[in-house]
Structure formats: C-alpha cells, structure tokens
C-alpha cells in the first residue's frame, strides 16, 4: 500500500462519453502528477501540480481536462477521446511530509483505459 | 536527446542468476537524484531507491544493490541470485534541482524476465 489510491481502475468509454479519473494521496505530499504509459512506450508526463497550482502541461491535448481542487485530489477529465488513448494512465505524488522533503515519486496502481 | 537511457529493452535469465540493468543519464545540473523503480505486472510502479548526485556511495539491499558513477554518468542496478518474483519491468529515473526536482525523466525501462 503506497498511499495513492486511484479509481476506476478499469474504465471503458465511447469516443463520445465523458468520464473522469480520480486520484487521492494520503501522504500528505503537495505535488501531484499524471503520466499515461501506453503499450510498449515509455512514461508520458502529461500534467504536474504543485501546492493546486499546474506547473506542467506537457502539450496535452485538450480532450483531457485535469482539476486539482487541493493537494490531496487530482482528476482527470476526458471527453470525446480517440482509441489511440487507451493506455493505462498512472497518478503520483511527492513533496514534503510531516515537514520533511520527499525527493520520490510515489504511484498510485494505475487506472487501465479502453476507448472504443 | 533523451535524458535517461535504459538501453536493454529486454533480458531473460534464469532463476538464481545475477543480472545488471543498465542506466545512463544525462544532466547539466550539478544537484539532482536518481531513483530506480520496479513494476510488476500489476501495474503500480514500486520505488526502489533514490541517489543524489553528492552521494557516490554504493548501496546494497538484500539481493539488491547498485551502483553509482558519476564519471560514466550511470546508475546500475544488480539482482542477484534473481528469482520469479524479480520478472517485473524495471524504470530509472532523474530529476533536477533545474526544474525544482518536480519534473522526472524516465528511461524507456527494461523488462526482466526470470525463468524458473
């Protein structure tokens, strides 16, 4: 049990549905991070918050919307996704904790996507 | 260019060999760390461990261990005496005190396959 929990952890869609992933940290961390890894590819940083505030948008598109209504929260949105963003798609966080720097990333089990 | 490579895409031993994944980094900074992640077929990425770049020293644990070298810029990570258990994909990792360390580099990882 790393502490970040993810749900769904299965998610089938349509092209044209509209759904959202959900990612908790229960380690008290203030950076939160979405990484997509597809199939026989290497982790894709897609967005970085740090204290709410994005820091990194690494030329998402815009059919994935995410929110970070506070530090221990971060969504996903996606709307209107294409097949080729099936992937699985993995949240961490790090940061401080208790006051003191934790310099890892810690990952949540990963939400597998499927868009048909 | 990329800033961490793994250029073993693939290995396959047999149970209670050694083996060595290779990692390569690249960095300006002179203050960063490196980390070493596992992750099985699950999907969760494990943490393993974490180096600074001030701290050369190598490190063991239990069958673990791994090796840091500033001048080759590299950061190996030995299994020895693998077992079944150790099949899993295996990511090296960077980040910089250039970007505050919130950004991480991965390597495109190296799947260990262990044959009974």
């Known amino acids: 049990e790393t502490g970040v929990t993810q749900t769904p952890r299965h998610l089938v869609m349509g092209m044209t549905n509209k759904k959202s992933l959900k990612c908790e940290q229960h380690?008290?961390?203030?950076?939160m991070y979405w990484y997509k890894q597809s199939a026989k590819k290497p982790l894709e940083l897609m967005f970085v918050?740090?204290?709410?505030?994005?820091?990194e948008n690494n030329s998402v598109p815009s059919r994935f919307s995410p929110e970070c209504p506070n530090s221990s929260h971060l969504f996903l949105h996606l709307h209107t996704l294409q097949p080729e963003d099936s992937a699985l798609y993995l949240c961490?966080?790090?940061?401080?904790?208790?006051?003191?720097?934790?310099?890892?990333?810690?990952f949540g089990p990963g939400t597998r996507l499927t868009v048909t | 260019a990329q800033k961490v490579t793994q250029a073993q895409t693939e290995i396959s031993v047999v149970e209670k060999e050694d083996v060595t994944l290779d990692c390569v980094y690249e960095?300006?900074?002179?203050?960063?760390?490196l980390f070493w992640y596992k992750q099985p077929p699950s999907g969760e990425l494990v943490f393993l461990i974490r180096r600074n770049s001030f701290d050369e020293q190598n490190e063991i644990s239990g069958r673990y261990s791994w090796n840091f070298q500033k001048s080759t810029s590299s950061f190996n990570f030995t299994i020895t005496a693998s077992q079944v258990v150790d099949s899993a994909v295996y990511f090296c990792?960077?980040?910089?005190?250039?970007?505050?360390?919130?950004?991480?580099?991965f390597g495109s990882g190296t799947k260990l396959n262990v044959k009974p």
């Open positions: 961490a966080s790090r940061g401080t904790s208790g006051g003191a720097m934790v310099w890892e990333q810690y």
């Open positions: 918050y740090n204290f709410k505030e994005q820091t």
């Open positions: 990792a960077l980040s910089e005190a250039e970007n505050n360390f919130n950004k991480f580099y």
């Open positions: 960095t300006r900074d002179t203050t960063y760390y």
């Open positions: 380690l008290g961390h203030n950076a």
